[in-house]
């Protein structure tokens, strides 16, 4: 998954950040409102966190132009401020959730998760398909019981294509999902990573395809 992280206090942007990297994920971190308008010109992300009061203006101007331009990128605001009106208000301007700070890493991981889970139309983390099982959070793929094990950002990839099952997904866009924009990495990559997935993936009915000219689709037909 590919996150923008909003959030100037180095500690926090810090710990974040590198929470979430260590799970896999792609993170790009900015600490001002016109970095974060500059990644969302450039590329997609499944997510992003906000903080309210940065260097360079109210994050909440930042929310309801992200909404007037009909974009559906759940967001979630961190904010320092414990009022129920100024939840209310971040809230009603189409933010999906709020943590208020000081908050706990695995709630965010939670709450991230749930933001990811609805903007897919999934109803849970967990998928099943013909005789595999896969849970993204903890990296476990087992088929007809045996467990394989899976490195980060083979488990970020893999939940991708089953999160988007059936859709043709481009090498470009995968790139997207996995690394950020300062990663030195090529379309090359995908390659490598579906080889590995494909291997992981032998067995079990479950198959990644590749489309020719368009990208690759995650297929249990």
Not at 99 to 121: N, V, W, Y
Not at 124 to 139: C, G, I, M, R, V
Request: glycine share 6%; aromatic share 6%; charged share 30%.
């Amino acid at each position: 998954m590919r996150f923008l992280l909003v959030e100037d206090s180095p500690d926090i942007g810090k710990a974040v950040s590198t929470r979430m990297t260590d799970q896999g994920h792609a993170v790009d971190w900015v600490t001002t409102l016109a970095d974060a308008d500059a990644v969302l010109a450039s590329s997609a992300v499944d997510l992003i966190v906000l903080d309210i009061m940065l260097p360079d203006g109210d994050g909440r101007d930042f929310l309801a132009r992200h909404r007037a331009r009909a974009d559906a990128t759940p967001v979630l605001v961190i904010t320092a401020r414990s009022q129920v009106s100024d939840r209310v208000s971040v809230l009603d301007l189409g933010a999906d959730d709020y943590l208020t700070k000081p908050f706990d890493l695995d709630e965010l991981d939670a709450r991230c998760r749930a933001l990811i889970r609805r903007s897919s139309g999934a109803p849970q983390d967990d998928f099943t398909a013909k005789n595999l099982h896969y849970e993204p959070q903890s990296s476990r793929l087992q088929i007809a019981g045996e467990t394989r094990a899976l490195r980060n950002r083979e488990n970020r990839l893999l939940e991708v294509f089953f999160r988007s099952k059936g859709r043709v997904l481009s090498k470009a866009l995968l790139l997207d999902r996995l690394f950020s924009l300062d990663a030195d990495v090529s379309e090359n990559t995908i390659e490598v990573y579906v080889g590995r997935l494909r291997q992981h993936l032998d067995g079990s009915g479950v198959r990644i395809e590749t489309v020719r000219g368009a990208g690759y689709r995650l297929s249990d037909h």
